[in-house]
């Protein structure tokens, strides 16, 4: 059974940077960043599939990298020029198979989260 672990989040001030980690316990096709703001939906951050195609969503274009170092099955979102708007709670998300996209609806596999405060 596919098991996702973050790590690597904390508080920030603003303009900082920030890199979160996610460990698989088994190799994954597709993997995801998401996150999720009090009172407001999960939001699809960054995706990037095993062949390297990646997708992000508009909004940290630019400003946040996603990496994969397949010898240990190891996800990583790199948050460059954080922002107040930035604080939320990060999951990591997997499948097994296309899509590979920033909806979380195309996503069975969840990690905890971890929390991530960027401060003004």
């Known amino acids: 059974q596919l098991q996702l672990a973050e790590s690597g989040g904390g508080s920030v001030q603003a303009g900082g940077s920030l890199r979160l980690s996610c460990v698989a316990n088994?190799?994954?096709?597709?993997m995801a960043w998401f996150r999720q703001s009090p009172g407001k939906k999960r939001e699809g951050v960054a995706a990037?599939?095993?062949?390297?195609?990646?997708r992000y969503t508009d909004s940290v274009k630019g400003r946040f990298g996603i990496s994969l170092d397949s010898a240990k099955n190891t996800l990583y979102l790199e948050m460059n020029s954080l922002s107040p708007e930035d604080t939320a709670m990060y999951y990591c998300?997997?499948?097994?198979?296309?899509?590979?996209?920033?909806?979380?609806?195309?996503?069975?596999?969840w990690g905890g989260g971890i929390q991530v405060t960027v401060s003004s």
């Open positions: 998300a997997a499948r097994s198979r296309d899509p590979c996209t920033v909806s979380s609806t195309a996503y069975n596999n």
């Open positions: 088994l190799r994954v096709y597709c």
């Open positions: 990037l599939r095993i062949d390297g195609q990646s």
